[in-house]
């Protein structure tokens, strides 16, 4: 009888061990792939964005300075083709609240912000007054480039065009037409022109082109 | 074998025993896997965006770019400071303190203990410059 009693409790006792060993690595198994899945989501997704951002990316004039219309030019093969990193994970990137990319179905995954500037070129145009001697005009803001149109009057003639006193345009025998000149975009341009005769307003127009950026995040999310 | 009385059979007393190890062990998975810090990479990156923008912003005055204006002298840091301070605060979402150190002295929130914190630093002519980054 006794004996009978022990076989049974032993047999409740493996029942017993054998369900909670059974849950236990149950648990474990989850813990460990849940863990795995969000490493990689999260790997990729800062690496996207850093790619993003980047001084390299082809989408950005400068680190974290992305050019609005390339911005646009976003699409979800481009993406696939030019960050190799995201694979075929569900990608989803937005600007502001606006969205820019979706590919697949994200649902939650991983999301990294960034910080970054949005950048458009303004074109403005000015038509400065020209005072001798030096016939000097300086520019209120910062471009990389000037488009110059000089159309000096009867008798005069204009030589040279100098820049923060470095000479970028110079024909003795007079300019006349539209010039293309770069310039740096790290400091303010002082233009001067050497003329044979008197200049006034209008007979150089200036055209340049300051960036105007407005603050934004990119949010890149990443689900696996 | 002495008489039994009061006392439970051996095998159900090793099989509470093994349990309980079972559950402890498994209670050290459920609870115990250190989960990756969410947080800390994205505040990283908040920091380094910042540095990356600030280094590259664009001058009000003289200078080449609006740090070497700020970071020009003392004098210069002393008037500019709040100005370095509410741009930093423009720069960063709504919901993040900040901390920057510069060659010329500190502005920003006091860092408090046993927060994640994200940090960049950044060289710039006039030295370093580290910026601290966290969740209000």
């Known amino acids: 009888m006794r004996g009978q009693a022990n076989l049974l409790s032993l047999a409740v006792a493996l029942l017993v061990l054998t369900t909670v060993a059974g849950i236990g690595l149950h648990v474990a198994d989850g813990a460990f792939a849940s863990t795995d899945w969000t490493a990689a989501e999260r790997r990729a997704a800062v690496s996207l964005s850093e790619r993003l951002v980047s001084a390299g990316s082809p989408f950005t004039a400068r680190a974290n300075v992305l050019n609005r219309s390339r911005v646009s030019s976003l699409d979800p093969s481009g993406v696939r083709s030019q960050f190799p990193v995201v694979r075929d994970r569900s990608v989803r990137i937005r600007l502001g609240d606006r969205q820019v990319v979706s590919y697949g179905t994200p649902t939650g995954g991983t999301t990294i912000r960034r910080v970054v500037l949005l950048e458009r070129r303004q074109r403005v145009q000015v038509t400065p007054p020209l005072a001798p001697p030096n016939y000097t005009t300086t520019l209120p803001r910062r471009t990389s480039r000037i488009r110059l149109t000089v159309d000096p009057p009867a008798g005069t003639s204009v030589t040279t065009v100098r820049a923060n006193d470095r000479v970028v345009l110079r024909n003795t025998s007079g300019l006349d037409g539209t010039f293309d000149v770069r310039v740096s975009p790290m400091e303010t341009v002082a233009l001067s022109f050497d003329a044979s005769g008197p200049l006034g307003r209008g007979d150089v127009t200036l055209t340049y082109y300051p960036e105007l950026t407005t603050k934004t995040t990119l949010a890149v999310t990443v689900d696996a | ?136």
Do not use: C
């Not at chain 2, 509410?86 to 993040?96: A, E, F, G, K, T």
């Not at chain 2, 408090?112 to 910026?131: D, E, H, M, S, Y």
């Open chain 2, 1 to 136: 074998m002495r008489d039994s009385r009061g006392q439970l059979s051996l095998s159900t007393v090793e099989a509470g025993i093994g349990v309980l190890f079972i559950l402890a062990v498994t209670m050290g998975f459920a609870m115990g896997v250190p989960s990756p810090n969410a947080s800390e990479p994205q505040l990283n990156a908040y920091a380094s965006d910042t540095a990356t923008v600030l280094v590259n912003g664009r001058p009000r005055h003289q200078g080449a770019t609006r740090l070497t204006e700020v970071l020009q002298s003392n004098r210069s840091f002393t008037r500019e400071h709040a100005a370095l301070r509410r741009r930093v605060d423009r720069i960063l979402p709504d919901n993040l303190l900040f901390r920057v150190r510069t060659p010329y002295g500190t502005v920003g929130y006091r860092k408090p203990a046993g927060v994640t914190v994200g940090v960049a630093t950044v060289a710039t002519t006039r030295g370093k410059l580290t910026i601290w980054v966290w969740y209000a």
